[in-house]
C-alpha cells in the first residue's frame, strides 16, 4: 500500500505459527543462550515452570508475521523506528502466535512519502496477549 492509502484505526491479522520446542533451543542456542530458553530441567525449576521462548525470538515471529501480510509492499522505504516494546506473558514450546497490526499514526512528509505506525500485538492461542510493540517505518507514495 502506498502511504496515502493508510487509515488511521485499520486493523490487521496475520497468519500464525506454532512454536516447537526445537525452534526455541534452536534460536536461544545462537542469539539468546540462557537457561530458561535452553536448559529444560532448570527451566522447570525457575519462575515459569518450563522452557520458554526468548523475547527476541517472539519479536522477530511477530515482525515476520507482520511483514508476510504483506501490506507495505513494494512501497517500504525503510524501518525507522521500534518503541514500548513489551514482553507481556512467557511463550511456552507448543504455543500458537498470531499478530494484529493497528495503524495508530501517519506522519507525512514534504516528499510526498511519510511514516506509517503500527501497534502490533501478539497472542497466544488462549487469546493471551504476549508482545505488544509500536513499529514505524518510512512508506512511498
Known amino acids: 500500500m502506498k502511504f496515502s492509502d493508510f487509515k488511521i484505526g485499520q486493523r490487521y491479522e496475520t497468519?500464525?505459527?506454532v512454536l516447537t520446542r526445537e525452534d526455541i533451543?534452536?534460536?536461544?542456542?545462537?542469539?539468546?543462550p540462557q537457561y530458561m530458553h535452553l536448559d529444560e530441567e532448570k527451566a522447570k525449576q525457575g519462575r515459569f515452570?518450563?522452557?520458554i521462548a526468548s523475547g527476541m525470538q517472539t519479536l522477530n515471529i511477530t515482525f515476520r508475521l507482520w511483514i508476510d501480510v504483506g501490506v507495505y509492499?513494494?512501497?517500504i522505504i525503510a524501518g525507522t523506528g521500534m518503541n514500548q516494546i513489551q514482553f507481556l506473558k512467557p511463550v511456552y514450546p507448543g504455543d500458537e502466535l498470531h499478530v494484529i497490526a493497528e495503524v495508530t499514526e501517519l506522519r507525512p512528509r514534504r516528499t510526498g512519502n511519510g511514516t506509517v505506525t503500527v501497534l502490533l500485538s501478539t497472542y497466544n492461542q488462549k487469546g493471551q496477549n504476549v508482545f505488544r510493540a509500536e513499529l514505524s517505518a518510512l512508506v512511498d507514495n
Open 25 to 32: 533451543i534452536q534460536f536461544a542456542e545462537i542469539y539468546d
Open 15 to 17: 497468519g500464525s505459527v
Open 49 to 51: 515452570g518450563g522452557l
Open 73 to 75: 509492499g513494494e512501497h
